[in-house]
């Protein structure tokens, strides 16, 4: 059943992204056609998924947090990018086909995520009609910036040159560099929709908690990080426990947030 929802949601952000980004025939051509490249292939949408699912819950519409969601998209497209790059995780191939500077090079690549990085600033200061508009920009700054992302970046980087990494550094990293942007997404949906504080922060902490299963379920697929340190099975013992703890946080929305139950239930089957 949540496939299905985030088979259908999908579709809709897809569309909706397609008319935020410049069109491949717009000068300068070879920037627009990258980031096109890079967005409109085959992402499955979690991020907008939970932030237009928060704000309904906090009585919102699709239709307001729909700019929202695509710009947390834009900003997450941006971070593969450059994370693909050789002088970051050196990947070739992102969601089954060339990575961006696989087919543009690296300039490019580079470009086309700071475009898209920029984008979502543009998208999201057009929603002058969203009520503290100013507070979500700030929060989606601070969860994605030194502080946020972009940190936890920086120190996974410095991890892979360390022989022995400890937990504290593991659960850093895992916080700031893929849980951040979660939980910014279902605070922000939050907010869009007009949640009172209990509302936003039991949101924005379920979404911290989903983040921190989804980067361990990831790191067990990888072999590193928690894998390293529990071992498989203790690892998605540890992914469990958050995800029930982030379950537990939706009791204050009762039924209406069973498919945010689905949704952290579903971050413990991902497969690469
Ligand atoms: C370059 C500043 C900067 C940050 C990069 C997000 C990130 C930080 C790096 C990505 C590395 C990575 C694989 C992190 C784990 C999070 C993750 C599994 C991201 C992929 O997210 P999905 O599964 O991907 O939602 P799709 O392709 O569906 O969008």
């Known amino acids: 059943m949540i496939a299905g929802r985030l088979e259908r949601h999908k579709k809709i952000v897809d569309k909706e992204l397609a008319g935020y ?42 239709k307001k947090a729909l700019p929202f969601a695509c710009a947390i998209e834009l900003i997450h497209s941006y971070s593969l990018i450059h994370d693909d790059m050789p002088s970051m995780d050196n990947a070739d191939t992102r969601r089954s086909r060339p990575a961006c500077h696989k087919k543009y090079g690296e300039a490019i690549a580079l470009l086309a995520g700071d475009g898209l990085l920029t984008l979502a600033f543009n998208v999201m200061a057009r929603q002058k009609h969203t009520a503290g508009l100013a507070d979500i920009i700030f929060e989606i700054s601070k969860a ?19 022989k022995k990494i400890d937990l504290p550094l593991i659960e850093y990293i895992n916080l700031h560099k893929t849980a951040s942007l979660i939980a910014a997404a279902a605070r922000i949906g939050a907010m869009v929709g007009g949640g009172n504080v209990r509302q936003i922060d039991a949101l924005r902490k379920y979404g911290e908690y989903t983040g921190l299963a989804f980067q361990i379920v990831d790191d067990i697929l990888d072999r590193d990080g928690y894998a390293e340190v529990f071992g498989t099975s ?36 991902r497969k690469k």
């Not at 972009?150 to 360390?162: F, H, P, R, S, T």
């Not at 204050?252 to 952290?264: E, N, Q, T, Y």
């Open 21 to 62: 980004l410049p069109q491949r025939s717009q000068y300068p051509q070879v920037i627009h056609e990258a980031m096109r490249y890079s967005v409109l292939n085959g992402g499955k949408r979690l991020r907008p998924f939970l932030l237009v699912e928060s704000c309904r819950l906090c009585g919102g519409s699709e």
């Open 144 to 162: 994605i910036g030194s502080f946020g992302m972009v940190g936890g970046q920086v120190m996974d980087l410095q991890a892979k040159n360390q």
């Open 234 to 269: 203790g690892a998605a013992d540890e992914a469990r426990r958050f995800v029930e703890r982030a379950k537990g946080l939706l009791d204050i929305f009762g039924r209406k947030a069973d498919s945010l139950r689905s949704f952290a239930d579903h971050v413990m089957t």
